[in-house]
T-cell receptor
Framework: KAGVTQTPRYLIKTRGQQVTLSCSPISGHRSVSWYQQTPGQGLQFLFEYFSETQRNKGNFPGRFSGRQFSNSRSEMNVSTLELGDSALYLC??????????????FGNGTRLTVT | GENVEQHPSTLSVQEGDSAVIKCTYSDSASNYFPWYKQELGKRPQLIIDIRSNVGEKKDQRIAVTLNKTAKHFSLHITETQPEDSAVYFCAAPSGSARQLTFGSGTQLTVLP
């Protein structure tokens, strides 16, 4: 089985711009979670989608949004980028979703740099 | 919500020695505790997990112990090797939707 695929691997954006990141989960996995990883804050939960519905959301501003398609692929969008949004954004898929304590399988992440 | 504390933040051991990383959690309803290993520049990978109906689980050189009364769980790595060098994260479920909250990570360095 192919693993979790995230595109692009690297992005450089300017403050004020918006960005869209993409995640393709493992085949058969219906849950997709997004995490932000920074050296100072570790792994911070953004949101989880299951069967095209956002099931849970972390403590991030409304500039961070996401969606999931019928094929379970997911995208996250960050609008009005700030310097502090520079981070590694990790997507993780799971079979039954976090509610069912299904193990998370992470992608390689998208490294976003905001200048 | 869940508060997961992880200690130590850095750990150096000699090759062949054991390493222990400890995490505490606050939500008594938590019932699933995974450990992830993240090598430099790579994705976090699940190395072992434990559910609350058992107190210990082993997989070759890796073991996890759980003390639900004290609300802590630990990762034990025996006979450490240089390839064990990585950042290790613990996690526990929190919130009504039980999303995983991660500890702050432990940088393990195994010295040859």
């Amino acid at each position: 089985k192919a693993g979790v695929t995230q595109t692009p691997r690297y992005l450089i954006k300017t403050r004020g711009q918006q960005v869209t990141l993409s995640c393709s989960p493992i085949s058969g996995h219906r849950s997709v979670s997004w995490y932000q990883q920074t050296p100072g804050q570790g792994l911070q939960f953004l949101f989880e989608y299951f069967s095209e519905t956002q099931r849970n959301k972390g403590n991030f501003p409304g500039r961070f949004s996401g969606r999931q398609f019928s094929n379970s692929r997911s995208e996250m969008n960050v609008s009005t980028l700030e310097l502090g949004d520079s981070a590694l954004y990790l997507c993780a898929s799971s079979l039954g979703g976090q509610t069912n304590n299904s193990p998370l399988h992470f992608g390689n992440g998208t490294r976003l740099t905001v200048t | 919500g869940e508060n997961v504390e992880q200690h130590p933040s850095t750990l150096s051991v000699q090759e062949g020695d054991s390493a222990v990383i400890k995490c505490t959690y606050s939500d008594s309803a938590s019932n699933y505790f995974p450990w992830y290993k993240q090598e430099l520049g790579k994705r976090p990978q699940l190395i072992i997990d434990i559910r609350s109906n058992v107190g210990e689980k082993k997989d070759q050189r890796i073991a996890v112990t759980l003390n639900k009364t004290a609300k802590h769980f630990s990762l034990h790595i025996t006979e450490t090797q240089p390839e064990d060098s990585a950042v290790y994260f613990c996690a526990a479920p929190s919130g009504s939707a039980r999303q995983l909250t991660f500890g702050s990570g432990t940088q393990l360095t195994v010295l040859p």
